[in-house]
Nanobody, 118 residues
Framework: QVQLVESGGGLVRPGGSLRLSCVASGSIFVIYTMDWYRQVPGKERELVAGGTKYADSVKGRFTISRDNAKNTVYLQMNNLKPEDTAVYYC?????????????????WGQGTLVTVSS
């Protein structure tokens, strides 16, 4: 079993910062990608940051980084705006399973709520 656990969400004032973390665990052999998405009610889930890609709305304010030794991806969010309010999800594309029976597994975290409000 493979799972992602996010943390770091919360309430922050406009202009503030938050750092989200996402840890992957389980029978993972390789993690190909770890990305961050977000979703607000009534809208589709959108890619926030992944690899070297950033949504236009967060460029210059958000930074994604990864610690491969810890199977962890981070999202540093600075100069937060009310429109950044959303549930943030971690996504990972992995090769997982037991030796001799690996398979591609895409997994989502449970989401962490970020609220930007004064």
């Amino acid at each position: 079993q493979v799972q992602l656990v996010e943390s770091g969400g919360g309430l922050v004032r406009p202009g503030g910062s938050l750092r989200l973390s996402c840890v992957a665990s389980g029978s993972i052999f390789v993690i190909y990608t770890m990305d961050w998405y977000r979703q607000v009610p009534g809208k589709e889930r959108e890619l926030v940051a992944g690899g070297t890609k950033y949504a236009d709305s967060v460029k210059g304010r958000f930074t994604i980084s990864r610690d491969n030794a810890k199977n962890t991806v981070y999202l540093q969010m600075n100069n937060l705006k009310p429109e950044d309010t959303a549930v943030y999800y971690c996504f990972a594309r992995t090769l997982a399973g037991q030796s001799g029976s690996y398979r591609n597994v895409d997994i989502w975290g449970q989401g962490t709520l970020v609220t930007v409000s004064s």
